[in-house]
């Protein structure tokens, strides 16, 4: 497959991140490729540009080779821009154990997870009428 010329605005977002925590870890991507035996430093370096799309399994053997930082997959993915709840969840990297506890216990338990339905609109050049209700 050809290599990406422009990069898709999820895979910048993500490749920003992982930039982001491999520069905290004072990494270089050539050691992050190689302590989790990672393709190259080339492929590190597509991702943090945008110009790849990581596997969920790439990403996963990435937050592991951030030694110290505690980065989980989910810091990769998260952009705190992007709305409330990702600004809540990388918020929640800062936060101690006790304290994620705590806040667990008033507003937990963690529900299963139930998708929201969203209304759908009526495109008028599908043809498509509403359903009756």
């Given at each position: 497959?050809?290599?990406?010329?422009?990069?898709?605005?999820?895979?910048?977002t993500?490749?920003?991140?992982?930039?982001?925590?491999?520069?905290?870890?004072?990494l270089?991507q050539?050691?992050?490729a190689?302590g989790?035996s990672?393709?190259?430093?080339?492929?590190?370096?597509?991702?943090?540009?945008g110009?790849?799309?990581?596997?969920v399994e790439?990403?996963?053997?990435?937050?592991?080779?951030?030694?110290g930082?505690?980065?989980?997959?989910?810091?990769?993915?998260?952009?705190?821009e992007?709305?409330?709840?990702?600004a809540?969840?990388?918020l929640?990297?800062t936060?101690?154990?006790?304290?994620?506890?705590?806040?667990l216990?008033?507003?937990g338990?963690?529900?299963e997870?139930?998708?929201?339905?969203?209304?759908?609109?009526?495109?008028?050049?599908?043809?498509?009428?509403?359903?009756?209700?």
């Amino acid at each position: 497959m050809p290599r990406r010329v422009r990069p898709k605005k999820l895979f910048l977002t993500i490749g920003e991140r992982v930039k982001a925590f491999r520069l905290a870890a004072g990494l270089t991507q050539e050691e992050v490729a190689e302590g989790e035996s990672l393709a190259n430093k080339g492929h590190i370096s597509s991702i943090e540009h945008g110009l790849a799309n990581p596997t969920v399994e790439t990403l996963q053997r990435i937050a592991e080779a951030l030694e110290g930082l505690d980065v989980e997959l989910v810091d990769l993915v998260v952009d705190p821009e992007e709305s409330p709840r990702h600004a809540l969840i990388a918020l929640s990297r800062t936060l101690s154990d006790e304290v994620l506890a705590e806040i667990l216990e008033k507003y937990g338990p963690v529900p299963e997870l139930v998708p929201r339905k969203r209304e759908r609109a009526h495109h008028r050049a599908s043809g498509a009428r509403p359903k009756a209700r």
